[in-house]
């Protein structure tokens, strides 16, 4: 099983950049996915996650400026960020908590992604 996050980059303050990552890999069911982010210096904190019957939390300090979607026909999220402010720089993370086949077997377990930069600022 792999995550694979695409997006993000330079974005200017006011502005808007998104994201995407796509889980593959013998994966019978996404229960959870979304994104992380670590600032420098700092804990990684929640951004957005979103179950896969379309439950969402988002961080308080992301709620009416950044959207999270997801496909799970797909095994795909997405993050759009609007509004963007200085301190959404970080490195952003996907996650997913998923079901997958093993020569075990079912599996369980959570995945996080190589991790894309956002930088933020003018």
């Known amino acids: 099983v792999q995550l694979q996050a695409s997006g993000g980059g330079l974005g200017q303050p006011g502005g808007s950049l998104s994201l995407s990552c796509v889980a593959s890999g013998s994966i019978i069911n996404i229960a959870l996915m979304g994104w992380y982010r670590q600032a420098p210096g700092k804990q990684r904190e929640l951004v957005a996650l979103v179950t896969n019957g379309g439950r969402i939390r988002y961080a308080d300090s992301v709620k009416g400026r950044f959207t999270i979607s997801r496909e799970n026909a797909k095994n795909t999220v997405w993050l759009q960020m609007d509004s963007l402010r200085p301190e959404d720089t970080a490195t952003y993370y996907c996650?997913?908590?998923?079901?997958?086949?093993?020569?075990?077997?079912?599996?369980?377990?959570?995945?996080w992604g190589p991790g894309t930069l956002v930088t933020v600022s003018s």
């Open positions: 996650y997913a908590d998923l079901v997958y086949r093993s020569p075990s077997g079912r599996m369980e377990s959570s995945y």
